[in-house]
């Protein structure tokens, strides 16, 4: 394994694009030729060099690689999208799309992550001990098919749209989330250990939820059908068992319609 | 003697009505009178006959104060600000024709801008709900003489459209509409009791930001399940008899507003909102319209996606692709993020429609304003270009709601020496290229339009 050390030395007075930082294009590299790399800042094209200082070279491949960037990353966006492999570590905050279609590896932030973490991710594990802010594992805009792999898991809070149009996969947020929880989902699994404002599953075809603490509005569309006990994350609850959307489409197996579960922790 | 011109389009709101008359005066410079037009319509027209509209280019000078500068001086400084700027940022073209805005998009490619419209604070959420579920839509003819129940849902056309309810959705008489209002039910959904609930034979009076709660109970009624006794506010038999009313429709109509794009879950609502319309559809014949505020605000959209693909949020900054993705590159989001280092404000006016925060962000770097009017944001402005009045002194092809196009008219002549937009944004263009020291590339739709000189450059 070769670890590839970033060390922030510039703050961006734009967004910098650090496309480039991932294992796949570190790989096979030696620190100059990272540093080399490009990345958008507006519309100029300039190299990581200009807001890092690279030590390590890259490993043989992706897998071979980790990424350690030691310090702050708020105005850096992109952060290992599109990883297949290897891992990387932010000590420190994310700007927008940290590990969006990221197929494999690992990514830890230590701070906080801002929106479109994690989108049309289709493996691999995201992890943040921070909050995330909005469309965590969500589809890019116009796609029906969105999350189909891997697992995101927020030490934290996150904001609207989480998991919408998911088809696979696992979306953990350990405290609250604000609304749209699996909107127009047909699989995956999201489980929030929070309470959460509204609108969980609306429109949803397919696929499982957990909420631990409260829905303060629930989606007129589901349907309570009764009390059974899960394992989720480690732990075993007793929960309300909902099913809908009623008020959208659902496919059939073996004879029976298909809905998605909400599992609501019940009051003790 | 005054000339009388008939079927002049109105540059007001989405309805831009086309059957405006304009009383001018005999060397066409003034506008004497204004038939069949709104009170806005009308003021609108007249407003072109101020004396005291700005005839030339202003620019900030170092004391703060704004003096007047030649258009070559204001062209060349504009396409030397964008051309410098790392990611300049173009908002607005709610008020003007599509020609200019076919134009600013060869500056906005120059110079790898942002292109956006005022979409980003109205409608885009609409576009985006489109992209995910489709369009049911059809053109205000239809609705005009088919619809026998209309839903105005989170709009108030009786304000924002004064002339949409006389010329389209409750009273006109159509070809199976021949009663009008008679044979026409109308339902409101929303929060206030506006002037349009007032005319409604429903008022659906819900609880602000539960529209999408509110659309999933109507789907979930209208599949034969049971709701909840009181879904946002709404006792469950007026949302059953509601849905009822819906599905008993020989077409039903739903128009929606910023009380769906902009309250909590935006594109969300509007998505249920489609569903809910081909839910309908298995029952009857429904359709569903955005209600588009300014005159050829669906312009910016059909232009630009048939340009870039994308109809608003347009990040042209990378040279090779255009990338959207409204919440990061939606102007009120790059401006709040401080990831735009030079705006341009045109046909609309972002000082006084954005919140002041991003106004705040936007104006630590140059702020170019091209509008044929003062108005807040020239006055914060650092340049401020006036330009002709589409609709009104320069013509050109629009966009209504329905994204019908309309060649709309110039009805008197336009002030002496200012340019059009599409004039306007052309000479920057040709400037931009001198500075690159590139070849103009002149493509356009129209055979009188500009054509490539040289043919290496096809």
Redesign the interface.
């Known amino acids: 394994m070769a670890t590839v050390t970033l060390k922030p030395t510039k703050v961006p ?3 910098f694009e650090g496309y480039s930082i991932t294992p796949d294009a570190f790989a096979g590299k030696t620190a100059p030729q990272i540093a080399d790399l490009p990345g ?5 094209v300039l190299k990581l060099g200009d807001f890092f200082e690279v030590s390590g070279n890259g490993g043989e491949t992706a897998a071979d690689t980790d990424i350690v960037i030691t310090g702050d990353c708020t105005r850096v966006k992109y952060i290992g999208a599109r990883m297949t492999a290897g891992t990387v570590t932010v000590n420190g905050n994310a700007d ?1 799309y940290v590990g969006g279609w990221m197929k494999g590896g690992k990514i830890h932030i230590k701070g906080n992550m801002d ?2 973490c994690g989108i049309q991710m289709e493996g691999g594990e995201l992890l943040c001990d921070g909050d995330a802010k ?2 965590v594992g969500c589809a ?3 796609d ?1 098919r969105g999350m189909k792999g891997g697992t995101i898991r927020i030490k934290g809070s996150a904001g ?1 749209d989480i998991g919408t ?1 998911m088809l696979g996969g696992t979306i953990i947020i350990e405290k609250n989330a604000f ?2 929880v699996s ?2 989902a047909e699989g995956g699994t999201v489980i929030i250990k929070g309470d959460v404002e ?2 969980v599953g ?2 949803m075809v397919k696929g499982e939820m957990y909420v631990l603490g409260k829905i303060k ?5 589901y ?1 309570k059908v009764g009390t059974v006990e899960k394992e989720v994350d480690g732990a075993t609850y007793t929960f309300d068992h909902y099913i809908g ?4 489409r659902h496919g059939k197996s073996k004879g029976q319609i298909v809905y998605a579960n909400l599992y609501l922790k019940a009051a003790a | 003697m005054p000339k009388l011109i008939k079927g002049v389009g109105c540059p007001y709101c989405g309805s831009s009505c086309d059957d405006i008359e304009v009383l001018v005066s005999d060397d066409e410079t003034k506008i004497l009178e204004v038939h069949n037009a709104c009170i806005i319509g009308t003021n609108l027209f007249h407003h072109a006959n101020d004396p005291t509209r700005p005839r030339l280019p202003r620019r900030r000078q170092p004391d703060g104060s704004m003096k007047e500068i030649p258009y070559d001086e204001a062209i060349d400084y504009m396409a030397k600000t964008m051309l410098a ?3 300049p940022l173009v908002y607005g073209f709610g008020s003007t024709n599509c020609e200019g805005m076919s134009a600013v998009a060869r500056i906005a490619e120059k ?2 801008a942002v292109l956006d419209n005022c979409a980003t604070i109205c409608h885009g959420p609409s576009f ?1 709900a489109i ?2 579920n489709g369009y049911p839509s059809c053109t205000l003819g239809e609705a005009k003489n088919r619809a026998d129940v209309v839903v105005f849902w989170g709009c108030n056309p009786m304000h924002a459209h004064p002339r949409h309810t006389s010329r389209y959705s409750i009273f006109p008489r159509g070809y199976f509409t021949q009663k009008g209002q008679m044979q026409r039910t109308v339902l409101c959904v929303d929060p206030r009791e506006t002037d349009t609930a007032k005319l409604a034979d429903h008022h659906l009076m819900l609880d602000q930001g ?1 529209d ?2 509110l659309f ?5 009624v ?2 034969g ?4 006794d009181v ?1 946002a506010g709404i006792p469950k038999e007026t949302i059953k008899k509601s849905v009822e009313i819906m599905k008993n429709a020989k077409f039903c109509m739903i128009f929606f507003g910023m009380g769906c794009t902009h309250t ?2 935006r594109n ?1 609502n509007i ?2 909102a489609i ?1 809910l319309t081909r ?1 309908l559809n298995t029952h009857t014949k429904a359709s569903i319209m955005a209600m588009r505020g300014h005159y050829n605000i669906a312009g910016p959209g059909q232009v630009w996606a048939w340009q870039f693909g994308f109809p608003y949020c347009i990040d042209l ?3 090779t692709h255009a990338h ?5 590159t939606s102007s009120v989001d790059l401006a709040m ?5 030079c705006f341009v404000n045109v046909g609309a006016d972002a000082g006084a429609h954005f919140p002041i925060q991003p106004v705040q962000h936007l104006k630590k770097h140059p702020f170019i304003t091209v509008d044929p009017n003062f108005n807040m944001a020239s006055e914060i402005s650092d340049l401020h270009i006036p330009v002709r009045i589409a609709g009104v002194d320069e013509p050109g092809v629009v966009y209504r709601m329905d994204n019908v196009p309309i060649q709309f008219r110039a009805v008197i002549k336009g002030l002496p020496g200012v340019p059009s937009d599409e004039e306007l944004f052309n000479k920057v263009y040709e400037r931009m290229c001198e500075l690159t020291k590139t070849e103009p590339i002149w493509l356009a739709a129209k055979e009188d339009r500009r054509y490539p000189e040289s043919e290496a450059v096809i």
Not at chain 1, 245 to 248: A, F, P, T
């Open positions: 007075e734009l967004m958008h800042e507006g519309k100029f927008m929106s479109f909005n469309h890019y805009r116009g029906w609207n149009a609304i749209h909107t127009h509204g609108r609306g429109q509005f629930m989606m007129p569309g349907q959307d009623l008020g959208e | 700027a790392k990611k110079s790898g985006l992209f995910d539960h999408y709660e999933d109970a109507f789907r979930t209208l599949r399940f049971e709701i909840p879904v909590d879950g969300h998505d249920a569903s839910d900054s990378k040279g959207m993705n409204p919440g990061e993020r401080d990831e735009v280092d």
